[in-house]
């Protein structure tokens, strides 16, 4: 059992970004950042549904595999879930759709109003929470049996993660772009490293993949 | 004939350490960041003078390599060539020593009062100039002959010729380290990687080695 992040950075560590507009609401950088991601066979099977066998077979999707692979329950943070876009709507039930990609209990961390737990279909139960870093992970290691917990996002929200040194193991996907804004990773995380054993390997997409594990 | 940088990054971005002190006027955060570098064979033979074929001889080698491959003149700012250290005394000749490493003619970027140039042992002569990259890059120029220019650092000056649309390849080391401080490289390159091609390889020691070329 293990605490694990994925997270895709630029080369210029921002998590997120910023040219969203209204009829672009993810933005063409977003699509840059998640574009060797979103063309693995695996993220087209898992969340996508294409079970046309259609997406690359490399790196990045030995990578995707085990993103999905022994996660026993996700913590998220509002914005992951959607609340930041539709804060008043008590019926809101985020943006991830009727079948969300989870299929394990999700932890909402938010502090708005508590709410009851959303069950949707395939196994996603989202549970809303008002709680510091080590608490919500307790709770979420009790439902996650022998199986791993990810910090799934945003990347505030693991930074907290990381920050408290609740995470056992760091997966970025370094993405060779220059975003020049948004929310870095990286910062205040001097040290971070130590503790940690640290490797990298590189797609054909020009990804690389530098994970820390303790 | 390339305008060439090569720079050593911590994987937050930082070109530059911050915790020299009198007693350790590198600092340890340097002695990190160019660990892999500095084991190198070529940079124990080249720069250390070390004939016993000690080093490492692996992937950081191969860029060790070409570092000191095909240039033909270089360029710095004032801070690499050791001028804020000694910024009143007009006899100090930089710290690169009796015998530097570049072995070409070496442009100084310097806003002081200008001095004649400055020959030393193994065909280094530096060169004082207060120009901007444009003027400072085609002096450069016709001295390295059909060779290769290098922007040698610090980070702020080569920041300077990146914007300025004048680096043809641009090759990071970026070591798995999190320094947290310092001068970010990347700071205002959004959309940089536009017009080059970006690739990249890790090195044993863990090091990732990205190049962009055009």
Redesign the interface.
Known sequence: MAVRVDLNIS???FATTTDQTPENPFGEDWARLTKAYVSTRTFRQRVLHDTSGAGTTGVDDAYGKAYFENVGAEIMGAGMFGFHDNADDPGWSGWWGDEPPFHVPVFVLTHTAPRPPLELSGGTTFHFLSAPPREALDRALDVAGHQDVRIGGGPTVIRDFLTAGLVDRLHVA?V??????GI?L????????AGYE?????AES?V?H?TFRR
């Not at 060779?176 to 804004?181: E, K, Q, T």
């Not at 990286?186 to 490293?193: A, P, T």
């Not at 640290?198 to 590189?202: F, H, K």
């Open positions: 080369l210029d560590g370094i060779p772009i220059l975003l020049g804004r870095r990286w910062d205040g995380l001097r040290g971070f490293e640290v490797s990298a390997e590189t020009g690389v530098v």
